[in-house]
């Protein structure tokens, strides 16, 4: 059993910048590849940017180089560094585990981009 655990959203102003944090704890020695995710109002729920266990990374065309993915698998934690960021950028960030055939999901942190 995998938990999953969200931090650092918040509210910022077109063009600021926020690190969010995921930390996974628990039965952690099959988790193969980790990501984040975003759901905005309405919409679907899309992948932001992904990372595998030997350090592969993958990016949504959006991100057009403002986003960084990131771990540290001393502290078994991503982060996904956010600059320039947009209004269209706002939505509730989720932290995924990747297992051979089956995810597991965090609550979700929630940002928003507004002047």
């Known amino acids: 059993q995998v938990q999953l655990v969200e931090s650092g959203g918040g509210l910022v102003q077109p063009g600021g910048s926020l690190r969010l944090s995921c930390a996974a704890s628990g039965s952690i020695f099959s988790i193969y590849e980790m990501g984040w995710y975003r759901q905005a109002p309405g919409k679907q729920r899309e992948l932001v940017a992904s990372?595998?266990?030997?350090?592969?990374?993958n990016y949504a065309d959006f991100v057009k180089g403002r986003f960084t993915i990131s771990r540290d698998n001393d502290k078994n934690t991503v982060y996904l560094q956010m600059n320039s960021l947009e209004v269209e950028d706002t939505a509730v960030y989720y932290c995924?585990?990747?297992?051979?055939?089956?995810?597991?999901w965090g609550q979700g942190t929630q940002v928003t981009v507004s002047s």
């Open positions: 995924s585990a990747n297992f051979i055939v089956s995810s597991s």
């Open positions: 990372i595998t266990r030997d350090g592969r990374r």
